[in-house]
């Protein structure tokens, strides 16, 4: 397909990377953003996106989601989870390496890479692993890794627990200026913990994990980032002690980023209680847990999500990333402790965030810059997350005030895996454009193009 000349009619544009936010038209031709301003004249021959009362922006850019191939399609394909990610607005996903075999190669990193231009809607940028079979005993070929075009390393569902192996990957891939992206868990006190230890884990009677099991590991990854001067990015990071550490770590000048989900800045662990108590606790219904709210690390307690929330505001968070995970029916529909950790996320994450836009909490260009222009920062990319003339034709048009009703057997991800099925969010994503081309459009509702 080639890139089409699209002109984007009447939108509110919001552009945090140029602190844009008020109505114009964009144009879009040869697959790179030409101009965004006020009554741009039709082009011949392009198609018109009306955008009126609707928000345009720079397509989403997620910097941790599981695309499980190779080696678990039956969970995930690249073909299906970046439709996915285009249904959901993101025009950029980063691939996570726990695939099968494992991003450790630049064999699999390629294979990604080629996967994605000849199956994939949008731009696929692979993250490779840290350690060799993510054993965490040996370092990877970073460099070779590094070569075949990965923009991080992670061993992600695994932290990387030997300190001392921190140290080296960090050294190491600072040679890269790459970041080390640590899934912080401290094994030792997660020991087996299936959600966060309160009071959800004491009456469901299972296995909580502290938040001490994240903080201690993200205290010594600030501490070693600032010995060695590499790039330490916290993955999906969910406790308050986590947000303040990180606060403290960037005043003093430590080279540390990191991120935070939809699901822990929306849900706390209440969302394990079975849903017929409407949220309230009922022990007698068939339905006394959740596992679709098992996810790791855990849903938090309130006062953590306000944490996160606050910390995504004033920027201690850098980035929204979902950790979209993709599962089987069958990995889900058995006990808490048995059921796997995860939450399909792509297709809900705009709708679940501008909840906090809504009620006040948020600036909606604060939203708007964490899964744009900040992402695109991290990934050293200025053609990304902008609409800066000859940036990339990645375009999100969506509508901040649609209700509708998730249905998880709608998704276009295999994983049909969210808490979030059955309830109502406020703001959906009426079309995206990836390099000049609309590659999603909302059935029925959508924007009227012609
Ligand atoms: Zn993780």
Not at 277 to 304: E, I
Not at 333 to 360: P, V, Y
Request: charged share 20%.
């Amino acid at each position: 397909m080639k890139p089409q000349t699209i002109l984007i009619k009447g939108g509110r544009v919001i552009d945090p990377s140029r602190s844009h936010d008020s109505v114009a038209d964009a144009l879009l031709k040869d697959g790179v953003v030409v101009a965004v301003r006020r009554n741009i004249a039709m082009p011949d021959g392009a198609r018109i996106v009306e955008a009126k009362g609707l928000v345009v922006c720079p397509g989403f850019v997620d910097l941790h989601c599981h695309l499980r191939e190779p080696g678990y399609e039956d969970k995930e394909t690249i073909a299906t989870g970046t439709r996915a990610a285009a249904k959901g607005g993101f025009t950029t996903v980063c691939a996570m390496p726990n695939t099968r075999p494992l991003g450790d190669s630049p064999a699999t990193v390629e294979y990604v890479l080629r996967k994605a231009r000849e199956e994939g809607t949008v731009r696929v940028l692979p993250i490779g692993c840290v350690t060799k079979g993510s054993m965490g005993q040996e370092l990877a070929e970073m460099g070779e890794l590094a070569q075949a075009g990965v923009i991080g390393f992670s061993d992600d569902g695994r932290p990387v627990n030997d300190a001392n192996l921190m140290r080296q990957a960090l050294s190491y891939s600072s040679a890269f200026r790459l970041p080390i992206i640590n899934h912080c868990q401290v094994d030792e006190l997660f020991q087996g913990g299936v959600m966060n230890e309160g009071w959800v884990a004491t009456r469901l009677g299972l296995r909580g994990v502290p938040n001490s099991s994240e903080e201690a590991m993200v205290a010594r990854d600030i501490s070693l980032a600032a010995l060695t001067g590499g790039r330490v990015h916290l993955a999906h990071v969910s406790t308050a002690g986590t947000v303040e550490l990180v606060r403290r770590a960037k005043e003093q000048g430590v080279p540390v980023t990191c991120e935070a989900t939809p699901h822990h800045l929306t849900l706390t662990e209440e969302a394990a209680l079975g849903r017929n108590g409407g949220g309230r606790f009922d022990p007698l219904t068939p339905q006394g847990y959740n596992t679709y709210a098992k996810v790791n690390p855990p849903l938090r307690s309130q006062a953590d999500v306000d944490a996160v929330v606050e910390g995504l505001r004033d920027g201690t968070i850098d980035v929204v990333a979902t950790d979209h995970a993709p599962h089987n029916t069958v990995d889900k529909q058995c006990t808490f402790a048995e059921a796997a950790f995860g939450i399909s996320g792509l297709e809900t994450a705009l709708g679940s965030l501008l909840s906090l836009a809504h009620s006040g909490r948020m600036p909606l260009l604060r939203l708007v810059e964490a899964m744009t222009a900040a992402p695109a920062r991290f990934l050293k990319r200025d053609d990304l997350g902008t609409l800066a003339k000859g940036a990339a034709g990645d375009v999100v048009v969506f509508d901040p005030d649609a209700e509708w009703k998730v249905d998880a057997r709608q998704f276009v991800s295999k994983g049909k895996n969210t808490p979030l099925d059955g309830t109502t969010l406020r703001g959906r994503v009426v079309a995206t454009i990836y390099g000049g081309q609309v590659v999603y459009e909302q059935a029925g509702g959508g924007p009227k193009t012609r």
